[in-house]
C-alpha cells in the first residue's frame, strides 16, 4: 500500500518562504506524474504544481512564478518550494498523483500558514 508523508509546513510572514516535502513508500515512484494540492476548510481541493515523470512541470496561475516543484526520484520525494508567500496561500497541503483516476489515498498533509 502506498503511503504519503508530507512535511514543511509551518507559520510564515507574508513574503516569506516555505519548502514542501513528499515522501513516498510502497510503490515504484519513477512512473508517475505527481502534483501538490492544496485545500482551505469549507473548499474543494485544489491543483497547485504538477510534474511528470520526465520533469516537465505546470502551475496554477496562482502560484506561477513563486512556486517550484521538483522531484528526486531515487529518494521517492517530490518538493515544492514556494518563495513570496501571500495570505492566500494559507491551506493545508498535498501531494498526490497528477490524474485523479489514479489518486492514491491521501496523506495527512502539511498546513502552511501565512500570516503577520
Known amino acids: 500500500q502506498v503511503q504519503l508523508v508530507e512535511s514543511g509546513g509551518g507559520l510564515v510572514q507574508p513574503g516569506g518562504s516555505l519548502r514542501l516535502s513528499c515522501a513516498a513508500s510502497g510503490t515504484i515512484f519513477n512512473f508517475y506524474d505527481m502534483a501538490w494540492y492544496r485545500q482551505v476548510p469549507g473548499q474543494q481541493r485544489e491543483l497547485v504544481a504538477s510534474i511528470t515523470s520526465g520533469g516537465s512541470t505546470n502551475y496554477a496561475d496562482s502560484v506561477k512564478g513563486r512556486f517550484t516543484i521538483s522531484r528526486v526520484n531515487v529518494k521517492k520525494t517530490v518538493y515544492l518550494q514556494m518563495n513570496n508567500l501571500k495570505p492566500e496561500d494559507t491551506a493545508v497541503y498535498y501531494c498526490?498523483?497528477?490524474?485523479?483516476?489514479?489518486?492514491?489515498?491521501w496523506g495527512q498533509g502539511t498546513l502552511v500558514t501565512v500570516s503577520s
Open positions: 498526490n498523483r497528477r490524474r485523479r483516476s489514479d489518486w492514491w489515498i
